[in-house]
């Protein structure tokens, strides 16, 4: 397989073990747990039942992007190692040795030294190839707070390691933190490092201070661009004992606290660990193959121009009355692929879908903002080497929008006697078509509702600064357009 020259070798950097028994099987397994796969029960077309197979992202990484592990005959491979090598970081596996836990700052001391010893034995005394050498970081959980602790504590590791570091893909970490019974988990719990997750703990040993009491930025020591972020939003099917949330998580660590300021996130409806896990998913591993290798951005912004009322509410509305509620945005974003996998899914259901109020669209002054909080429904990562013969030079995703409202109150009381549930102001599948022409990108789209996916669509409008939108309308008197935009990523 030829080298690409994104293809930098790959540290994957595991999460949180609470108990000393988790800790001794996460010892005991080569890949401390990324290889541990899943499988999905799908519905064929004649009504049978087919059991669609994940291998685990590590074995994918190997089968389709030629990555190899360390290991030969049972033990770290001796002498060179390819470029596309894949490593795992064992923090834990040194525990018995310091005779306790590693704290975070060992960790990422640990994983500094881990970066250069790979950069030793695949680069050797190569000048040029040690001077262009660099790696991807991808870390679940706690992994990540590991990985931050690096880029931005300068006095952990070296700047020589930091600058190594290409790109970060964390899956679930609390880079807010973790909390318990709505509280961020107290700095002196002490009792399986759990005060790893407390706030004040995080600032101190990430070097930071906290914004508005939050840490979740970078504090301009990387990249934001560079630093990816999985959220997860099913928290029903989390297994782990221990530590647990509830709705609007991923079963430990709750969406408002899984993502990092100013860097790309997406929802997934995945939990934390175990078999529905974001790890051991498809969704993840798209995600995950996209922002490493790939080669374009494509993000959707929902500028709305009217949101009508119910008419029963409009009328109150016109008669004088105080009318309260707010919208949800959805959207699901899947691009061409078999089976279909969503990359982004943020939905009611899930706790997830965009929540704004009318003032914030219309009147931001009156929310006490700047301008008009219009909706970011999705940021995706795209990879033009996955276009096959068939498809030209044509990438397809799918974004599936839906816009509600929530319930509405009327004069201080809630309005029920006419009101339908869960009513859709607006909603559509919208085809999206980039084909890569000599300068850029060329933008077309189809209604999929309406019309047949695999036509030939429509070119984007284009408003008065040049920016490209598709125009999208209900007959109940909904009204937007849906600005995308396409750039060159990697």
């Known amino acids: 397989m030829t080298r690409h020259a994104r293809h930098h070798p790959i540290i994957y950097v595991r999460g949180y073990a609470m108990r000393d028994t988790q800790i001794e099987n996460t010892i005991n397994t080569p890949y401390m747990g990324f290889n541990l796969g899943a499988t999905r029960v799908r519905q064929g077309p004649g009504g049978e039942l087919l059991t669609f197979i994940f291998e685990s992202p590590v074995i994918r990484l190997m089968k389709e992007y030629g990555y190899r592990d360390i290991y030969e ?63 991807y970081l991808v870390a679940h959980s706690m992994g990540g707070l590991i990985c931050r602790c690096l880029l931005q504590n300068e006095t952990v590791g070296s700047d020589e390691a930091r600058a190594c570091v290409d790109k970060v893909f964390t899956y679930g970490s609390p880079h807010n933190g973790i909390e318990m019974a709505g509280f961020n988990v107290p700095s002196f719990l002490g009792i399986w490092d759990i005060n790893n997750f407390n706030r004040q703990r995080i600032a101190e040993y990430l070097q930071l201070t906290p914004r508005n009491g939050r840490v979740n930025h970078l504090d301009g020591r990387f990249p934001p661009e560079r630093f990816f972020c999985l959220v997860g939003t099913n928290h029903q099917d989390y297994q782990a004992t221990g530590l647990r949330v509830g709705a609007m998580s991923d079963g430990l660590v709750t969406i408002d606290n899984a ?188 209604m999929g509702d309406e019309d047949w996916g695999e036509g030939r669509g429509r070119p984007v409008k284009q408003d008065e600064q040049g920016a490209s939108y598709v125009p999208l309308s209900s007959r109940k008197g909904f009204r937007a357009r849906l600005y995308v935009a396409i750039e060159d990523w990697g």
């Open 73 to 135: 005959q049972g033990a770290v491979r001796e002498g060179e190692l390819p470029h596309k090598s894949l490593l795992i970081h064992r923090y834990y596996e040194d525990a018995e040795g310091r005779g306790q836990r590693p704290s975070i700052i060992e960790a990422a001391e640990d994983l500094a030294a881990r970066i250069l010893w790979l950069r030793e034995r695949i680069c050797g005394d190569d000048a040029a190839a040690r001077e262009a050498f660099k790696v």
């Open 259 to 446: 993502w990092v300021e100013a860097a790309p996130r997406v929802f997934a409806y995945l939990s934390h660990s175990g078999h529905a896990g974001m790890v051991n998913s498809e969704t993840g591993y798209q995600n995950l193959v996209r922002f490493l290798f790939g080669d374009a951005l494509m993000k959707g912004r929902l500028v709305v121009e009217h949101l009508p009322l119910p008419p029963s509410v409009e009328k109150a509305r016109e008669d004088g009355e105080t009318i309260k509620g707010g919208y949800h945005f959805e959207c699901a974003v899947t691009p061409r692929l078999h089976p279909p996998v969503a990359l982004s899914d943020r939905r009611v259901e899930h706790g997830s879908a965009v929540f704004r109020r009318f003032d914030e669209l219309f009147h931001p002054e009156r929310s006490g903002h700047d301008h008009a909080r219009h909706p970011v429904l999705f940021s995706v990562y795209l990879d033009s080497a996955k276009i096959t013969v068939s498809q030209g030079r044509t990438m397809l995703l799918v974004a599936d929008i839906a816009v509600r409202s929530t319930e509405f109150k009327v004069a201080g009381r809630w309005f029920v006697s006419r009101r339908v549930p869960d009513e859709n102001l607006f909603r559509e599948k919208v085809v999206i078509l980039a084909t890569a022409a000599s300068d850029g990108w060329r933008l077309r789209y189809i």
